[in-house]
């Protein structure tokens, strides 16, 4: 599994199709069901983790307290973002 916020969101909705297959049996549904829930929680955390992150970047940065280019773990976030400047993902 790969740690972006990108392949986050690629599973979340490969769980959607699994959780809306038309072929799915009662027992398979039920396992699908206990699956997404725990997948829901864990993404929540993680997107609630990406959040607080973000929040500090902003207020470091707005604050003059430190410079963008600088923080790792936000580059963490935004890598492979062909919207970012090359120098921010370094």
């Known amino acids: 599994?790969?740690?972006?916020?990108?392949?986050l969101n690629d599973t979340l909705f490969e769980q959607l199709e699994r959780l809306t297959a038309d072929d799915l049996k009662p027992d398979q549904l039920e396992i699908e069901m206990k699956r997404t829930a725990a997948v829901v929680q864990?993404?929540?955390k993680i997107v609630d983790n990406s959040r607080l992150q973000l929040d500090s970047w902003r207020f470091?940065?707005?604050n003059g307290g430190v410079d963008a280019s600088k923080l790792q773990g936000m580059r963490q976030l935004v890598a492979g973002d062909p919207n970012i400047p090359t120098d921010a993902r370094k």
Do not use: E, Q, S
Request: charged share 25%; net charge positive.
């Open 1 to 7: 599994m790969k740690n972006k916020l990108t392949n």
């Open 42 to 44: 864990l993404a929540a």
């Open 60 to 62: 470091l940065v707005d």
